[in-house]
């Protein structure tokens, strides 16, 4: 089975689950990141052969690490509200050993997911402005003057006139600007370039969402990236290519 994995209020995660559907990805689930923490039926094991899961969901079914073939993995944080315990750091506590146990179940279906946990991200690296801007610079991108600031929340600053998010799934960019002149193909490869770097192992991330603005009115620069952007912006042909992509996810070593 295919699992989309997402907050409910996901909507590019629920545009893409019925994208899915559509194309004819079956079975496919919908499951939120609540659900593999508070399943009130759950095993979880982790010896010689390996790490596993089954969990009871909320229909009765069971869930079994060992029967996914593919996961969008949109996990940004895990769901947990208010715990009822005495002190805050009880609470603090518990919070932490629950995003732990996230983490953990994620990881035994990391190598058919899209994208991958690691100890940065529950979906991929979460990095600072400054950070993405040096791998940028490494993937060939042409990168803005940056200016830091030891003030708390002031980020690397850019003037732009235009912008628009592509999106990156392995091998292929889909976006406004890769098109299929001469700039915009050294753009595409450079944006593969960067999801290779950002990437937690030697496959790289799946799926990454770069900004790319134009400095006055010319020249496209790199402006942000993200491994949670709205799918929505690659349309259909990014769906059919995610289609590929989990479907051909399992083949691979578990």
């Not at 919908?30 to 759950?42: A, E, F, N, Q, V």
């Not at 944006?191 to 006055?216: M, S």
Request: proline letters at 6%; one cysteine or more.
């Amino acid at each position: 089975m295919w699992l989309v994995l997402c907050d409910p209020g996901d909507q590019a995660a629920l545009w893409a689950y019925a994208g899915l559907r559509e194309r004819g990805l079956d079975p496919l689930e919908l499951l939120s990141p609540h659900t593999l923490i508070s399943s009130t039926r759950s095993a979880h094991r982790i010896d010689q052969l390996g790490a596993r899961f089954e969990i009871g969901l909320p229909d009765g079914r069971v869930l079994a690490s060992r029967d996914i073939d593919g996961v969008l993995n949109r996990v940004a944080f895990a769901p947990v509200g208010p715990l009822p315990f005495a002190t805050q750091a009880d609470a603090l506590y518990a919070r932490e050993e629950l995003s732990a146990l996230l983490l953990s179940l994620l990881t035994c279906i990391a190598p058919v997911s899209v994208n991958r946990p690691c100890a940065n991200g529950l979906c991929g690296a979460w990095r600072s402005a400054a950070e993405w801007t040096v791998l940028a610079a490494r993937a060939g991108l042409p990168v803005p003057p940056a200016r830091l600031s030891s003030r708390p929340g002031v980020e690397p600053g850019r003037a732009a006139d235009g912008s628009g998010w592509v999106l990156v799934l392995g091998e292929h960019v889909f976006g406004e600007h890769v098109s299929h002149d001469g700039e915009s193909r050294d753009l595409a490869k450079a944006c593969g370039q960067l999801a290779r770097l950002a990437g937690t192992d030697l496959l790289g991330i799946d799926l990454l969402g770069i900004d790319l603005h134009r400095n006055g009115g010319h020249r496209v620069a790199f402006g942000g990236a993200n491994p949670l952007p709205d799918l929505r912006l690659g349309g259909d042909a990014f769906l059919d290519r995610l289609l590929d992509h989990l479907t051909g996810l399992s083949a691979g070593t578990r």
